[in-house]
Structure formats: structure tokens, C-alpha cells
């Protein structure tokens, strides 16, 4: 099996297209007030438990990327090849919380519509705006609502430091994200890339933040060759779903 991540205020519809390339795929369809990126990652392996996907593929956009990343912490011998799209690894900035209360602000002061019409537009090319794809990225964005944003921006906030963990991952891994993402831009990718052994980076050009939707074919293409790479079947899970690994 396939399952996909999405990512702050996201659901499956932004794997759509991926969806109906690949039809053994999955995506978790929301996290629920899940309120930590472990807890979302839980959630992920209890639908991979309910699919009856013992090992499963996995790809997360964004922070769903960072939701893979806790999922591989958590049972590594289950994801047999990984996918990081549109992320990042970077601890919490000194910054970071005052800009995202700002943005939570809009919200609560002038509507969530507000919200998402600041937060969407620089997480897509310029191009990309006025193509149909954008006002379906609104209308998904608009269904998530303010409380389960303001929950979401708290797990990112809580994120755990993941810089140690990239080393360890023992799958074959694909690291992808747009030319023009102002969010994850090109150059995390590559530190993310450079710090996880053997892993394959994909930059895809013309597009932003919103990959998936922005530039399926390219996006397809390079899940296609990702699985298509050999993985090492014979690691099976010698320890119950969701336990970690004794230190």
C-alpha cells in the first residue's frame, strides 16, 4: 500500500491526482484534533492497521512530510520506502511563534476565509493562481476550519528536532519539492537530501508550494521511479504497531 500525508489544513483531496494514478494508494483523509505530529503519526499507522498494510509506502507533503518523518520514528521496519515532499527538518525559530500567531490572529479577528485568502497564495506559483486547481485548493483549505488550524499550528510549534533521525533511515527515500516553493524552497530539500543516506531529491520547476496539485505529472512520475526502486522486503516488524525502538 501507498499512504499518503497531507499537510496544515489539507485532506486527501490534495492528492487527487495521485490518488487516481496510483489505485492501490491511500491518504489519510485528517488527523482529527490530533494535537502533537506523533499523535497524527499514530493515526497514520492505525488506518496502515486497518487497510492491513503490515508495510506500507509512505508519502507526506509538507507537514505531512514531518508526520512521515515521526512515523518512520515510530516503526521503522514498517515503512518500506519513504517519500518527504514540500518539508523541512528546522527546529521552531525564535520567530516562528509570533508569525504563526499573527496568521491564527487573521482568523479569529476578520474570519477564517481572512486566513486562508493571506496563507494560501504564497504557498502557490503566481502562475498557478488563476488556474481551476487553486480555487479547489481554497474550498479544501476553507472545509478544515479555524480550530483545527489553530490545533495544527500548535503540533507544528510542539515538532520534535528530527536532524538525528535522517542519518538512520535505512529505505529508499524520495525528497521532491517545487523550483518556486518560498516555504520549503530547493535548497532545504538538498540539505534534507544530503542527510539521508542513498536518497533521490526531485526539484520540479514551475511550481510552488502546493505540489501535488500544481504538477501531478511531474509529481507522479517521480513516485512511479521511487517505487519502482527495490526495498528490502525481508525487514519485517519484530515489535507491536507504534512502539518504539528500545534505546
Not at 497514520?44 to 514531518?66: P, W, Y
Not at 479577528?109 to 497564495?121: E, S
Request: with cysteine; aromatic share 6%.
Amino acid at each position: 500500500m501507498l499512504l499518503f500525508l497531507p499537510g496544515l489544513i489539507c485532506d486527501a483531496r490534495i492528492y487527487a491526482p495521485q490518488l487516481a494514478a496510483f489505485p492501490a494508494s491511500r491518504a489519510v483523509d485528517g488527523y482529527g484534533m490530533a494535537g502533537s505530529l506523533e499523535a497524527m503519526a499514530r493515526v497514520a499507522l492505525a488506518q496502515a492497521d486497518r487497510e492491513g498494510a503490515e508495510r506500507f509506502d509512505l508519502f507526506g507533503h509538507s507537514m505531512g512530510g514531518r508526520v512521515a518523518l515521526e512515523v518512520y520514528r515510530l516503526a521503522p521496519r514498517r515503512v518500506r520506502r519513504l517519500a518527504l515532499s514540500s518539508t523541512g527538518i528546522h527546529p521552531v525559530a525564535e520567530q516562528e511563534p509570533a508569525k504563526r500567531a499573527a496568521l491564527k490572529a487573521i482568523g479569529h479577528d476578520h474570519g477564517f476565509a481572512a486566513l486562508v485568502d493571506a496563507w494560501l497564495p504564497p504557498m502557490v506559483a503566481e502562475a498557478n493562481r488563476a488556474r481551476p486547481i487553486y480555487r479547489e485548493m481554497r474550498e479544501m483549505s476553507l472545509d478544515q476550519g479555524q480550530a483545527l488550524f489553530d490545533t495544527q499550528i500548535g503540533a507544528l510549534l510542539g515538532r520534535p528536532d528530527v536532524r538525528g533521525l535522517l542519518p538512520e533511515i535505512a529505505c529508499p527515500t524520495l525528497v521532491i519539492t517545487g523550483e518556486l516553493d518560498e516555504w520549503s524552497p530547493p535548497a532545504q530539500h538538498r540539505e534534507i537530501a544530503a542527510a539521508i543516506p542513498d536518497a533521490s531529491l526531485v526539484i520540479v520547476p514551475g511550481a510552488g508550494h502546493m505540489l501535488p496539485l500544481e504538477a501531478p505529472a511531474a509529481v507522479n512520475a517521480a513516485i512511479a521511479d521511487w517505487l519502482a526502486r527495490p526495498a528490502d522486503e525481508h525487514l519485517l516488524p519484530t515489535q507491536p504497531p507504534y512502539e518504539r525502538q528500545p534505546s
